[in-house]
């Protein structure tokens, strides 16, 4: 079973509604990116923008958006608050929601968000923006394709300095009832980006990444802190699962040909273990709890929130079996890589000696666990 059959298959356990039908989680596709000097005329021209193609691509669906408040959406108000944003001052709030739910206390499958930074806070606070879209979208001729191509455009558009892609719980916009239910299904699949209160992290994440995900967004000052391209390119090309992808200001590394829920019986994606190794200096080391206190259930607090951050640490310490030289016998069957040369992933039986690439730059050949499958 590959990655996306065993999406479908659990996809419906990480949906809910409430006695009445109404839609309150819902599993989407998301992108969410943090960039600098959102208060700029450029910035809010190049943000509309997005704003423009994603209400002409999936306008179809589009029902409701928050400006100053939830309400219906209509051409005419579109183009009002479209034209109110561009026209603000640089230390003006401007935040925009557009959705395909008809009210704040339904999940929605399509929408688009973003906040921004002041003048006054100079390089002290990051703007952001968010997409997302139903995760069947992957089951599409074109789903994936549509995925990557929003992914690169926005990054493009707002000069992204960081951020990620992946699976995540899509609440409703009055979410707050709601975040116990993304705390357990949290629990349960240390794939799911838990992404409610991403809109917050804009002064939090100046100098740090939040994370990895399927799709991790590396901006150059992010890329030089990790030894710049070649070096990142090279820790991960023994993986045939990864792909290194370039953008105007940075890197897009993609774990795996379809996102994983890394369900706890499974254990975290082999991938996703693979790109928090090279990007964990650049993350966040002692980030804020990821859920304000709720009435309504357990939510994130501050050691939960630390267990989440560092899931894909844990899941590297361990159960990855440990590094093999050239020449030794394979410890465990499976899947294994090394970065002396490219593409290098294969599998290997217990036993079998695993080889070296002599001509490689890279120096001693040392073999790396991928995964058993």
Known sequence: ????????????????????????????????????????????????????????????YLKGHYSD????????????THDRILSCGSNEQYEWHLSSAPNAKEAE??????????????????????????????????????????????????????????????????????????YQLAQQYSGLEVDTFAYSLGRELQEHIKGVNWFTVLGNTYVERLGGEGAIRHALSGRG????????????????????LGAVADGSPAAYVAVNRVAKPVRIPNPDQLHSYSPYGDCFDEESTARWY??????????????????????????????????????????????EFKESSWGGTIWYWSSEA
């Open 109 to 182: 499958d399509y929408s688009l968000s973003t906040l921004n930074s002041f003048e006054v806070h100079g390089d002290k606070k990051r703007s952001y923006i968010k997409l997302a879209i139903p995760w069947a979208a992957l089951n599409e001729p074109k789903g994936f394709e549509c995925y990557q191509e929003w992914l690169l455009y926005l990054c493009n558009q707002v000069k992204a300095e960081h951020g990620y892609g992946g699976l995540s719980s899509i609440l409703p916009y009055d979410y707050d009832s709601y975040m116990p239910m993304e």
């Open 1 to 60: 079973m590959n990655a996306l059959e065993k999406l479908k298959e659990q996809a419906p356990n990480l949906e809910f509604e409430l006695p009445d039908g109404t839609p309150v989680v819902k599993l989407g596709l998301i992108v969410t990116l943090y960039f600098k000097e959102g208060y700029t005329t450029e910035s809010k021209r190049k943000v509309m923008e997005c704003f423009t193609r994603f209400n002409q691509e999936f306008g179809s």
């Open 310 to 355: 560092a899931r894909f640490d844990q899941e590297s310490r361990k159960n990855t079996p440990p590094s093999i030289p050239a020449g030794q016998p394979c410890t465990h069957e499976g899947y294994w890589y090394s970065p002396a040369q490219a593409n290098s992933r294969r599998h290997f039986k217990q036993g079998e000696r695993m080889p």
């Open 69 to 80: 408040r939830y309400k219906k959406l209509t051409p005419g108000n579109f183009d009002k």
């Open 241 to 260: 699962d990864i792909e290194v992808l370039n953008y105007d200001n940075g890197l897009i590394i993609r774990a795996g040909e379809y996102p994983e």
